[in-house]
T-cell receptor
Framework: NAGVIQTPRHKVTGKGQEATLWCEPISGHSAVFWYRQTIVQGLEFLTYFRNQAPIDDSGMPKERFSAQMPNQSHSTLKIQSTQPQDSAVYLC????????????FGPGTRLTVL | QQQVRQSPQSLTVWEGETAILNCSYENSAFDYFPWYQQFPGEGPALLIAIRSVSDKKEDGGFTIFFNKREKNLSLHIKDSQPGDSATYFCAASGTGGYKVVFGSGTRLLVSP
């Protein structure tokens, strides 16, 4: 079991450019979560998919951020027109969509917007 | 508002000592409390968890003490080792709920 895979591990973009982050959940896990982690804000929930369907995107900035899960083996987080304040570690987690929802995190993608 | 609070923000202990990390919460509906351990450059990893029907959970050198009435819990790391140096997050969620609320973390340093 490879665990949750996130690519790339590091991404540097210029202000105004687009960034797409990829996540491959653990095989068999039907729930996928995206979080953003910064020193100041800590771990912030962004969005949640269950069986590929978007369930809760209450943590997503309404503009510029979008997430998709086109199939059970990957999810993407897209940030359009990146801004310096988007710089953070973006974490993906997966879980079985039942019971305690124990979440297993990937290593994260560190996004730096210059 | 912060629904899960952790203290202290940082903690230094000597190798072999017991480290005690504290956590409190506000929402009475929370009934599942996982603790995550995070090393630099890695994602958080589930360390140990407790349900509100229990008041203690042990796993190796890690023990959670839970006080439902006071809405607080603590993680005790017995015989701390330098390899335990990491950031520890207390988290909480409700029955059947998917949303996990994380505390701000405690950075633990174990000095040899």
């Amino acid at each position: 079991n490879a665990g949750v895979i996130q690519t790339p591990r590091h991404k540097v973009t210029g202000k105004g450019q687009e960034a797409t982050l990829w996540c491959e959940p653990i095989s068999g896990h039907s729930a996928v979560f995206w979080y953003r982690q910064t020193i100041v804000q800590g771990l912030e929930f962004l969005t949640y998919f269950r069986n590929q369907a978007p369930i809760d995107d209450s943590g997503m900035p309404k503009e510029r951020f979008s997430a998709q899960m086109p199939n059970q083996s990957h999810s993407t987080l897209k940030i359009q027109s990146t801004q310096p304040q988007d710089s953070a570690v973006y974490l993906c987690a997966s879980s079985l969509a039942q019971g305690s929802y124990e979440q297993y995190f990937g290593p994260g993608t560190r996004l730096t917007v210059l | 508002q912060q629904q899960v609070r952790q203290s202290p923000q940082s903690l230094t202990v000597w190798e072999g000592e017991t480290a005690i990390l504290n956590c409190s919460y506000e929402n009475s509906a929370f009934d599942y409390f996982p603790w995550y351990q995070q090393f630099p450059g890695e994602g958080p990893a589930l360390l140990i968890a407790i349900r509100s029907v229990s008041d203690k959970k042990e796993d190796g050198g890690f023990t959670i003490f839970f006080n439902k009435r006071e809405k607080n819990l603590s993680l005790h790391i017995k015989d701390s080792q330098p390899g335990d140096s990491a950031t520890y997050f207390c988290a909480a969620s409700g029955t059947g709920g998917y949303k996990v609320v994380f505390g701000s973390g405690t950075r633990l340093l174990v000095s040899p």
